[in-house]
Each structure stands twice: as C-alpha cells, then as structure tokens.
C-alpha cells in the first residue's frame, strides 16, 4: 500500500447472493485527493461506496483506511471521520438545527455550533433559509442543507451521491467550482458518485469509470479523455470516433489496422501495440482531433469520404454528425471558424481526416 493511501481496496468482491455486484476490485484513494466514480446505471458505483461507509461488508477483500482494515468496523467507531453525505435530512429539525446537529452530537458548545454552521450555509449561498423547516426547501436547496451538514464537522473523508442531481444547470455549475475550492481548501478526501461527465472531470483529480461491477479505468480526466484503455470507456464518453478492424502491421513506431473503411495508420511507440499484430482492435480518435475538407488532403493522414447528416450547436462549438457509405457515424467538434470556410448543409459530401498521431489503439475485449 502506497504510504500516502488514505484508502485502499484489496480484491474486493460484493456479492447479493448469485450476483457479483463488484468484481475484484483493487485500488487507492490517496489523502486529500477527489476521486470521482462514474459509470452507467447499476455498475456497482453506490455498492462501492456503500462498502467505504461501512454500510455493506465485502464478500471478499478488505478495504483499509489508513493502513488499517475496516471491513468489519461500523462506520461510527472508526478513527477516521467519514461522512455519508445523501442521508435524509431531520424533518423535525429547521435548516440551521440540520447543520448543527453533528456539532451537538460532538459536544461543541453553543455559541460555537451555531457560528460554525453560519459559516457553512453562507458558504453553500443558502443562508436565507436557515430558519426553515426541511419541507418548505426545494430538492436543490435540501442537497445544499445535507452538503453543509456533512462538511460542517469537517471529516477526513465526505462520501457523495449525486449530490448535484436536483440542481438546475446553471446553480450545478456554480456548486461544482464551489466543492472544487471548499475541497482543495480544507483538503477533505471526496469520493464521489456521479452520472455526470462534465462534473467528474470539472472537479476530480482522478476518475474511476466502472462497467458491471469492475474497474474499466482508473486516472486523471486529461488521461482517460485522451487515451481511453477499452471500448467500453471511448464508448462510454462519446467523445470519440471509433472504428473497429485487424492489425495487419506493426513495427517502426507506426501500426496499420484494416478496417471496412479502408486501412488506417497510426503512429504507436507502445510496445502494447505489437501485441496486438493479427488481432481486432479499436481506433478511437477524438472528435475535437477529427477534420473535414472539401477534398482529399495529402500527407500522413487518414481520410474517410463521409456525408453530412445533421449539426448542433452549443455556445462556440459546433459538433457536425456524418455518415460513411456504409452508414458508420463520424463526429467532428470545431469552433463556428474551423468550420466557417466549409459548405455546411445537410447532404453535403465531404472527407473527414486525422492525423496518423492523433488515433489510439486499444484491444476490442
Ligand atoms: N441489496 C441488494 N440486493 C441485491 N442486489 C443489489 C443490492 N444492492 C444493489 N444491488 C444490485 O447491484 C448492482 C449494483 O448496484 P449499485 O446501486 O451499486 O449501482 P450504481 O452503479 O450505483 O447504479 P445507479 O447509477 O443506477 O445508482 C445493481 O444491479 C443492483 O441491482
């Protein structure tokens, strides 16, 4: 274990009966770090989490916190304060009574309870509403409440589901710069759950994506957005174009993989790439890194003749949708002036290309 590992999963396992919720799952959350965990609906992401919290003991494994095993500890008589952020609020309770309940429990006295929890509710811009009782709130405003009553006490890990999920768009975004700073500020270690892409990699330093119960990739959002490791995660960001065929080349820093749409290069120094020779694999190439032309460019690039199928705009960037002669989706994102000299209309003819540096091998599983 990694000293400066605030957590880490040995092998662990969660069964529910029959069914294996997590697979062996081994990895660490290091002290202060922000460690988002994403994945599709029912991957394991609340098992996993729910097991940190002590609220469901692994099948198998252990899972250490600060060196020691807790498996078998209930959440309240460990050392470290962990905190389970998606509890029900106290409906006999008004907002501010919420936020100083834990600081009660703990024997802080009066004066001190109720400035601490001040502090907190101006900090999650819900001070308005500290004399209100929990029915009268809002679902946003009730995740504010439980988010201020977590960090009120201060633990050195907050466990969070979804703590955004009933905010509109515009005060989710302003929440995820608020978390970010509160976290690098006070250095709480956050775990944290979420269906949102743009909320785990806006505020994680590392991102866990998970299919069906196991990790597919674990790393920073730079990393995994980049150099996706599988299928399942290209796929899973969209933010790709992905093609599948059979290596037929490698060698000299470079690989060739034969694909219905004809044979694309790439430029490859990993030496997975050899391993790979005679096997089907995956191209995947950013849609930001994915161009269009009016004609065939020359030079060490990779063309498809594609047609265009539709277009959508959001803010600066537009994302254009095309389709090869055998109906396989290309995505191209740029900016309106990458895109401006280019005939844009549906129907449109077009090549769509990258460069050889820009595709990213990964074996199909
Ligand atoms: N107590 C339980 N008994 C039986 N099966 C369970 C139990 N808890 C969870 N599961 C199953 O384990 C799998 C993982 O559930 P989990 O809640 O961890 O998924 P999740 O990734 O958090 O999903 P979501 O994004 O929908 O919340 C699911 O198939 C779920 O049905």
């Not at 449109?348 to 820009?358: H, I, K, P």
Request: aromatic share 6%; proline share 4%; charged share 25%.
């Amino acid at each position: 274990m990694n000293k400066n590992a605030l957590v880490s999963f040995e092998g662990v396992v969660k069964r529910f009966g029959e069914f294996v919720a997590v697979q062996r799952m081994d990895f660490e959350i290091g002290k202060g770090e922000f460690l988002a965990i994403m994945g599709s609906s029912g991957c394991g992401k609340t098992t996993t989490l729910r097991m940190l919290a002590g609220l469901e003991a692994p099948s198998e494994g252990v899972i250490r916190l600060s060196g020691k095993p807790i498996n078998d500890l209930p959440t309240w008589s460990r050392d470290t304060p962990m905190v389970w952020q998606s509890l029900a609020l106290f409906p006999f309770l008004n907002v501010i009574e919420n936020v100083e309940f834990a600081l009660k429990m703990r024997g802080v006295g009066k004066a001190e309870r109720r400035r601490r929890a001040e502090q907190w509710l101006d900090r999650m811009q819900i001070s308005e509403f500290a004399g209100r009782n929990i029915s009268q709130l809002s679902g946003g405003q009730r995740q504010r409440v439980a988010l201020a009553r977590s960090l009120v006490v201060e633990p050195e890990i907050l466990l969070l589901d979804e703590p955004l999920s009933a905010l509109d768009a515009a005060l989710k975004v302003r929440m995820q710069s608020v978390l970010k700073n509160l976290q690098r500020e006070t250095g709480i270690t956050f775990v944290y759950v979420t269906h949102s892409q743009s909320e785990a990699f806006s505020m994680a330093d590392r991102v866990v994506i998970m299919s069906r119960g196991k990790i597919e990739q674990i790393g920073t959002p730079q990393e995994i957005y980049r150099t996706p490791r599988t299928r399942f995660v290209a796929n899973f960001l969209g933010s790709s174009n992905i093609f599948t065929g059979n290596v037929v080349e490698t060698g000299d820093g470079r690989a060739t993989l034969e694909t219905p749409m004809g044979a694309f290069g790439l430029v490859s120094s990993e030496q997975s790439t050899r391993a790979l020779m005679g096997r089907t694999a995956t191209l995947t190439v950013l849609d930001t890194k994915t161009n269009l032309s009016r004609t065939m460019p020359t030079g060490r690039v990779n063309a498809v003749p594609v047609r265009m199928i539709g277009e959508e705009f959001i803010g600066a960037t537009a994302t254009i949708y095309l389709e090869t002669g055998d109906g396989h989706e290309i995505r191209v994102q740029k900016s309106h002036e990458e895109l401006a000299s280019l005939p844009l209309q549906i129907g449109q003819e077009l090549v769509a290309y990258w460069n050889e540096e820009d595709g990213h091998l990964v074996p199909e599983e």
